[in-house]
Structure formats: C-alpha cells, structure tokens
C-alpha cells in the first residue's frame, strides 16, 4: 500500500503536475510547426492550401484514433501503459519532422503525430477525473486543458522561432522532442494507476460495482444532450483555434510588416491569455456552474478574430484586443472535457472526452485549416479569418443550451428540491 504524503505534495497535486506538463507537451509538439512554416514552406516549395492540409491531416488522424484508442482504454481499463506509449510514439513522430523532404513524407508524419497524440487527451483526463476530488474537478482539469496554450501559444511560438532562426527549422524538431521522451520515463516511475470509483459519486449500487462499460451505455451515451451538443461545440471551437493558429503567423509576417520581436511578443502573449482563460474559467465554474461560465466566454472570444481582421497591421490596438478577447477560449475545457465527463458515468469519461475530440479533430480540425487555406489563396490572408468568427459564433448560440454539470451546482439544486417534498 502506497503511502500518501500530506499538504501541498499529495498524489492529487503531483498528478496534476505531471500531467499538465504531458499535455503541454502534446500542444507544443503539435503546434510548434505553425510557427516553423514561415522557414519550412520555402525549403519544402509549400503554398497555403498545403499548408492548411498539413494541418488537416493530422487533425484527421487525432480524431479517428482518439476514439478508437480511448475507448478502448475504457473498455480494458489499461490507461496508464497506453499512455506511456502514446508519448513516446509521438516523440518519436516529432524526431522524424526534422527528416522530411517532400510534402507527401510530411503529411506521412504529420498523420502519425496525429494516431500518437490523439488518445493522450482524454486518457489523462479520465485519469485526474478519477484521482480529483469534486470541488477540484473542473480546476484541476481547467489546469491541465489549459498547459496546451502556456505550452502551444505561448512557448512554442517563442522558442520554435528562436531555435528555428539559430539552428533551422530541421534541428529545431530533433530537440524539441526530447520533453516527451523524458515524461514518458518519468510517468513510468510515478504514475499509479487510477483509482476505482467512490460510491458517493455513483448513481446506483450498479455502477457502485461497474469497473468498465457496457456496449449498451456506448452507445447510449450519444443520445445525451451534453454529448451530442458539446460534439457541435467543439467542432466549433476547434474551427475557431486552428481557423486562426494556422495562418496568424503568416499574416503577421506577410502584411503586418512587424519585425520578429513583435510578432513573437505577440503569439506568445495570445497563447499566454488562452492558458489565463483556461486556467481561471473552469475555476470559476465551480463556483457559478458550467453554463454561465460558459456563455460568457464564449461570448468574448468571438471578438477576437474580428479585432486580428481589422487591426492586424496596428501593434498597440492588436496587442490590446488579444490581452481582453483571448481570455475567451477559457470555454474550451468546459467543453472538450468537463463537461462531457460530468455528463456520464465515470466508466465512460474517456469515451465521453473523445466523442467530442473526434468530431472537432475529423471536422473542424481538418476541414477548418484546408477552407482557411483555400480562402487565403483565392481571396487574401485575412478571409482565413473569417473561418474561425463562423467557428465562434456557433459555439456561443450552442452554449445556451448545455445542461448545468458542475457538482455544487447539481448537488444545490437538488437539495432545494428535496426540502419542500421533506417539509411536507
């Protein structure tokens, strides 16, 4: 039996430690290429559409294999080795992109990273989820889920172009990929596995004793509101972040004539204000429930593309707009991952979060970044723009309609409707 230790370093931290560096990571090593095109697309002869469909690809492949993956991870209950395995499969893929000589050898390893870091997400997910306790659950989760912009937006525009700019874009892959080689070893010596489900948080003697799912909840899992809507939100946000990702950093290089040093302060302070957004909202949750929290910031983000569009070329008024407007995407953890998990049983959490991964990844992950792309070709870089404020703006009329998940919120609700019925 494992001895816990007490205060700020019990198990419950240090799993949230750990993997919100492991989902960092997953974020950089995706997204870092966005901001190496500008010093790959010429050496690799690479236009926009093709640009647009390096990233859709692996969009493709993230969604198809999280959800074969993580539900698989449900049904045989072996998350911790299939973790491990899945980080070091995609810090092998992050190696073999400083290799590529062609567009066809880069999409080839573009789709592996995708089958490698597809099922990460909701495997680590539905791991805190078991290890969290309820008042903790959407900050924890909100903590980890927000590592993906500190470690994606923030680091990676920043030392992607410094390495890229010193020692090229080729060696910028080998390095970079050593992170993840290090936390697979380290979750090897750490990581326990995930504890079984508490008979408080269960809602019948039945799944006080449900280890793994049955075919039938599977399947049923679609037909709650939660799941089949947070499916259309999710394409919607990920519309809105790649819609954007992909081509920011090429309109700032190509129209906004700002050197290097702003247009790094720039990516980094837009991803810095995701990780605040995301860290802070699903806190904020807790407190005033998942629905509000998110209409609000949903509400929010969709400024921010329209400001990119109208003040690309002016430094102060960007610099400002993404300090307010970027807190927004705070609304992604609720959805992606929160949410869903609260919204089926415990047993299901991982198949729930992937649900959601799927359709963003296979619909607005890829076909978000190739419409971007064919826009900016036929009609200017900045139409990209108008992918992800479609992406924004269906994302907050859907937000309306999400049933309240957060635990001191349901547990309220439910006590204030026992008290008349005991009163009585």
């Known amino acids: 039996m494992v001895k816990e230790k007490k205060g700020l370093w019990l198990y ?4 949230v430690l750990m993997m919100f560096v492991v989902f960092g990571l997953v974020f950089f090593e995706r997204l870092n290429i966005l901001y190496l095109f500008p010093y790959m697309a010429p050496d690799l002869g690479m236009n926009n559409t093709q640009i647009g469909l390096t990233v859709g690809v692996l969009g493709i492949a993230w969604g198809v294999s999280t959800m074969i993956f993580s539900s698989l991870s449900d049904f045989l209950g072996s998350k ?5 395995a899945f980080i070091l499969l995609f810090a092998v893929a992050t190696f073999l992109g400083g290799l590529v000589g062609s567009i066809g050898s880069l999409l080839l390893v573009r789709v592996i990273m995708g089958i490698a870091e597809g099922p990460v997400i909701p495997i680590i997910h539905s791991i805190v989820i078991a290890e969290s306790t309820p008042s903790r659950r959407g900050f ?20 992607a172009i410094a390495l890229a700019t010193t020692i090229g874009w080729r060696s910028t892959f080998y390095i970079t990929a050593l992170p993840a080689l290090a936390m697979a070893f380290i979750l090897m010596k750490y990581l326990r596995k995930p504890a079984a489900p508490k008979k408080q948080e269960t809602q019948s003697s039945t799944e006080q004793e449900q280890l793994k799912p049955t075919r039938k909840q599977f399947f049923q899992m679609f037909r709650i509101r939660n799941i089949w809507l947070g ?3 999710a394409i919607s946000n990920i519309l809105f972040i790649l819609g954007l990702a992909t081509f920011l950093p090429t309109i700032l290089s190509d129209l906004s004539g700002f050197g290097e040093g702003k247009r790094s302060l720039l990516l980094g302070l837009l991803g810095l204000m995701f990780f605040v957004g995301q860290a802070f909202a699903p806190a904020l949750s807790d407190r005033i429930g998942r629905r509000p929290t998110l209409i609000a910031f949903s509400f929010l983000s969709i400024f921010l593309p329209i400001a990119v569009w109208l003040y690309y070329d002016n430094f102060l008024v960007l610099l400002i707009c993404i300090v307010l407007f970027a807190l927004g995407n705070g609304y992604q953890p609720l959805i992606v991952a929160i949410i869903p998990a609260e919204s089926v049983p415990r047993v299901l959490a991982a198949s729930a979060i992937a649900s959601c991964l799927l359709a963003a990844e296979l619909i607005g992950g890829s076909a978000g970044p190739i419409v971007a792309g064919i826009l900016a070709d036929k009609y200017g870089l900045t139409t990209s723009l108008w992918v992800p404020i479609t ?4 994302a907050f009329l859907c937000s309306f309609f999400i049933k309240e998940t957060a635990p001191a919120i349901v547990n309220k609700k439910n006590n204030q409707a026992i008290a008349p019925s005991v009163s009585t």
């Open 12 to 15: 419950e931290n240090r799993l």
């Open 80 to 84: 911790k080795g299939m973790l491990i």
């Open 140 to 159: 924890n989760m909100g903590l980890i889920q927000s590592s993906s912009n500190l470690f994606g937006s923030a680091l990676a525009p920043v030392i």
């Open 231 to 233: 499916m259309i939100m």
């Open 391 to 394: 992406g924004a703006v269906i």
